[in-house]
Structure formats: C-alpha cells, structure tokens
C-alpha cells in the first residue's frame, strides 16, 4: 500500500489526536499538519486529500456524516477512513462507498480509558450495510467482554454491559480515586491483580463475531412503566431510507408526561413534510406501542457540540399541534371531543381526522380520555373503541347508536370478527385482561380475540373458592359466544394456570382445544421460598396496586388512574387469586403446550418448562424471549409470544 499519510487535524487535548501523531510517526508514515484555525469541511477535505496526496483520515462520526451529506466524493483519492466516538450513520457509510468504490470505512469504538480504539470493523460493501453497522472485534492486545449484572459473559444475542481489558487500558483518573475504583474494576478473567474497564455501554455479540453497540445503560429510560433503550428506537428511525441523520431523546416538556421524540435530517430527494408520517408509520410496523416517537421532527441538521458530537441539548421542542391536519369541527360533538382531545394532549388544538396516538397519546392518556367522555357525553366507552377508532371523526362514528361495553366485564370482547376459532385471553393476577386488548392491532390472522376477567372487579360478586371453580365460570363465559370448539386458550402467569385448568375441563367435557398457550406461569413446587415483605413472590403479580412493583408496569400505571374503589377490587383480586394458585393441584392436559418462557426469569428447581411437563400427556414445545416475567404481559413481547406459538400451533413443528 505504501506509506501512510494522515493529516493532524485534532485538538492536541482529544485522544483521536493520538492516531494522528503516533500511528504515522511509529509506522515509517507521514503527518499533514492542518493549520490551526481551518475548519475541516467537504470542501477543504477534498482539497487536502487531492493537494497532498492523503492516504488515511481520521474523523468524528459527526463530522464524516456531514461531509458525507454535502459530498461524499471529498473521500476519493484515500485509502481508508477511521471514523468513530458516537453512532456512526449508516446511511452516510454506504453514500460513501457508493461513490467512492475503492475506499475502506474503518468503524471504530473506544473510550478514552483505552486510549481511542479497542475494536474496529472495516467496511467495503455499501449494499451489506444494515441498520446499524457493527463496531467490530478486538484489536490485538485488547480483550473485551460483554456480561451480564453479575459479571457473567452473556451469550451471543443477548445484550450486556461492555467491558475492556489489555495493554492499552489506563490506570485510572488523576487524583479521582473514587471514581476510578467505581469504573476500573478487578477483572476475573485475566492475571491476579488486571483491571478492566466498565465502558457503561450496551453491546450484544453477532453470530459473525462482531459487537453490534445498542446504546447506553444510562440511555435505558423508564416510560409508563416500560423500560426503553434509546438506541434501538434511534436505529429503527436511522433505518429508514428517507432519513440521512436521526436522533431519538425523551422530553418531559410537561412536568410528569414523559415522551420519546424523533429527530430527523431528510435524505435527498425527501419531502421534509411528509416525512413524519410516513417515519411513525415506519417505526409502528417495527416497533411495540410504547416504543414508537410520539412526534418526528424534521431539522435540517443535527446540532453539534464543538467535539462534533451530538448536542442533545440543543434539540427543539415539538410542536404536537403542527401535526394537526386542519379540519375543524362541523358539529358540537365533534367540537366537545376535539376539545377533549386537546386538553387531554395538551395541545392548543385537534382536527377531526388526527390520530390521537400520533398525537402523543398513549395508554395512560387513553384512560383519561375516556374517563372524560364518559362523563360529558354519558355514554359508555371502552378503551378498546379508542385504539380501533383513534379520531375525533371515528370516535363518533363508533359512538353513533353504540351502547358500549363495560371494560369490568368478565367477558371482555378485543375483536368480535375473523374465520377462524377465537383466542380466549386469560387475565394474570390482577383479574384485568386489558393487557391484550392492543393484540387486535397486531395479531393480523383472522380470530376473534376475547379476554377473560375475574369476578368481582365492579366489587358486587362472590370471588371463587377454587381454582377450579373459576376455570368452569371462565368456560361458561367462553361457551356463551363459542358454544363449541375448536378453541385457543392463552394465559400469562397466573392466568396461565387457568387456561390450563381450563383447557383439562374442556377436555372433560369432550371439547376440543385447538391450542393452548402458557406464558410464564409458575407452579408451587418451582417456586422459591417467599420472603415476608411480598418481595419473593415470582410472579410479579402479587402486592397491592398502590405498591412500588407489584404489578406488572402498565397495569401498574393504569391501576392508579382508576377510582380508589376499583383499586381496592384489584387489590382483593390479587389476594384471593394468590390463595387459590397456592392450593390448586393441576390436572392432566391431553394435547401439546405451547409454553413461552422469559428468559431473564427467576431460575428454579425444577425449570418451569421441565416442570410442567408432569401436567401434559404429550409435549411441551419450549419459546424462550429475552424479557423477565413482568414484561412478558406488555404489548412488545406478547406480539413475539404469539407470532412465536402460531407455527407451533399450526404445524406442530420447531419456530423457524
């Protein structure tokens, strides 16, 4: 290749600086000293690189996006680019590459404390970029491991916390004993006495070796009760092809109400207006509900600090009520909800046709929103009408002679329509199965989905006794809109217990059952021994709904905006529901289970999945997520749980 010929470009106090001087000095190379006070843009770029004949750069991902923005071919004439010290942009690389066919871009990673670099990957292909390059493997003389909280390695496709050994580590922060003994930390896996270094980044191992970065472990936001990763959000957004530049930050521009927001630069050739839309509608295909910005906006560049990083701070506010369409209201009920809408937003104004989740609304807010109409329209409405009909315009439409449906009822219809048997939705412990509702969005095959409630959440009914005796009301209720099978039982925790004992009376009866699908539910020989604050409980459904984590997250949030009685409805629920799974003794199912297990659960002895196997005739078909058993009752991981179970369902066969 000949001798390298690298510009030294970098502030003398900026680690990249080191690359620069060092590795062309050490190397037989030769340094370009850029003048001090000249600004690296396309323009001077190429003019360097044709002018001195420049072999290697070394530049900021900030900086290389936006010379590769304004003019990808300011890289022809060099031989390779190292660019790294934030997410480089996909889209920039293979702009680059495309026009310059005989360049290697040199993803790199590396803190500080590893002085620049510890792993790298190059790239040559622009059509076998994805999403999200990789950052790469180890460089000689360093190692790195991804592990979990106990400092275990976690296997590949699981994320981890990234940590860094070898001769490039430093020893430590100058005079800052505390904070180095916090990040520089005894290493278990080298010579008595190594350190390494806790980066806080999230990366997980590719099946072809390489680190693919996720984002922070500070960037793991909590909204609602969901626990979010930043980067993944950012990277879906970055994967669309309208969109050259993106960023993804959550807002609290209203005390308490915590939004993600999407930051977008247009590729060329995109229409800036039409661009939020058609990126929400993007990520709503690719992403959970909760996950999905709850506004784009569009800018013409991402602000930078001085280290040609991302500002974050700089990033504006959005303004939700651009995103109004404009079509007033032509009738005082359209005008009352409208209004509604608004302020439950916190918007100045909502036409008749905008959506209220493009609006920023979400589960939460649904509540409130009903809550609302109910009492100024004095009309019943479900939540279940909210996500079906998310205008002004169709909410009417579906208020227009509807008499509602109770969402306390112990049949709750989610889709009352489809060719094929209908899915029974058996309530966890809370006795709620408004859980599932969001599935008619998601779960495209053509059944009707209903949910299965408990008694006595309006308070007026006698709890069950047994276990036995709520699965034969359950299956009265069931009967009621499906006289006779085929049917398909689906229960998370301990509504899984129930579908079981459900699907082994409706067995009894000579029904038959199509499918049977268990996600995460404990049995009591599995269980460990329960401390006496509640705290040991497994399940994450026990403990009172006013508690810190004893529902699961959404129904958690959603518990606490209902009216104190139903709260303590709730709360009597879980109490008696709990008595009951402690005394069931389950029968034997003739048929398969389809048994979704989380991955990050508690472990037991047995393992659940072996476990169960004692209370089925034939197989227990395994599906593990990567998720711990309260999250497997969020709309993300029951989405994976049932596109997971459907080929086993269908074929009785391995998921693909």
Known sequence: EGPRRIPFQASHAFDGSTYEIWVPLLSGGEIVVVAPGVDLDAATLRDLVERYSLTHLHMTAGLFRAIAEVEPAAFAGARHVLTGGDVVSATSIRRVLEVCPDLTVINSYGPTEITLCATQTALTDPDAIGSAPPIGRPMDNTRVYVLDASLQPVVPGVAGELYIAGTGLARGYLDRPGLTAERFVACPFGEPGERMYRTGDLVRWQADGNLEFIGRTDDQVKIRGFRIELGEVESVVAAYRGVARAAVIVREDTPGDKRLVAYAVPAPGQDGQELPSALRAFAVERLPEYMVPAAVVVLDALPLTVNAKLDRRALPAPDYAAVSTGRGPSTVEEELLCTVFADVLGVEQVGVDDNFFELGGHSLLATRLVGRIRTLLGVELGIRTLFEAPTVAGLVDALSGQTGQDALSELLVIRDHGEKPPVFCIHPGTGMSWCYMPLARYVTDPHPIYGIQARGLDGGTALPRTLKEMAAQYIAHMRAVRPEGPYYLLGWSFGGVVAHEMAVQLQELGQEVAGLVLLDPHLAECRPV???????????????????????????????????????????????????????????????????????????????????????????????????????????????????????????????
């Open 530 to 656: 329960r401390t006496g604050d509640g705290a040991g409980s497994p399940d994450g459904w026990a403990g009172s709904p006013d508690g810190g984590a004893a529902l699961p997250p959404d129904e958690e949030q959603l518990a606490r905006e209902l009216p104190a009685t139903l709260r303590a409805n709730v709360h009597r629920i879980i109490e008696n529901n709990q008595l009951l799974d402690e005394g069931h003794d389950p029968g034997t199912y003739e048929g398969d289970i389809v048994f979704v297990s989380s991955r990050n659960g508690r472990a037991t002895t047995p393992p659940l999945a072996e476990a169960w196997k004692k209370y089925s005739s034939a197989e227990v078909r395994e599906v593990a997520l990567d998720c711990d058993h309260q999250r497997m009752g969020q709309l993300a991981n029951l989405e994976l749980a049932w596109k997971s179970a459907a080929p086993l369902l269908a074929h009785g066969g391995p998921v693909d």
